[in-house]
């Protein structure tokens, strides 16, 4: 059974900062692409970093990028996102997702919230 667990989700002040984690099992973890995605209220879900397999390429979106960081730990099947200089416009549930190609799979968790706010 493939779970993708998220967490370090919470309330943060403006200019703060969270690090988020997501612990996959149930997967060869080495061998997926994860990327981390978000939703705020009323929005469509937005891509906001990506990493691949082996770690050895990164890429964010234009409006987080230089804030946040995507990192993985494939000894311990886990893969981070570290946010710094949050911004009320950072609120929304943070989605962790692994996929791979070849076969194509895809999955993803269950979301945890971010709320900046003073």
């Known amino acids: 059974q493939v779970q993708l667990v998220e967490s370090g989700g919470g309330l943060v002040q403006p200019g703060g900062s969270l690090r988020l984690s997501c612990a996959a099992s149930g997967i060869t973890f080495s061998t997926y692409t994860m990327r981390w995605y978000r939703q705020a209220p009323g929005k469509e879900r937005e891509w906001v970093a990506t990493i691949t397999s082996a770690g050895g390429s990164t890429d964010s979106a234009d409006s987080m990028s230089g804030r946040f960081t995507i990192s993985r730990d494939n000894a311990n099947n886990t893969v981070y996102l570290q946010m710094n200089s949050l911004k009320p416009e950072d609120t929304a549930v943070y989605y962790c997702?692994?996929?791979?190609?070849?076969?194509?799979?895809?999955?993803w968790g269950k979301g945890t919230q971010v709320t900046v706010s003073s």
């Open positions: 997702n692994a996929e791979r190609k070849l076969p194509r799979l895809d999955y």
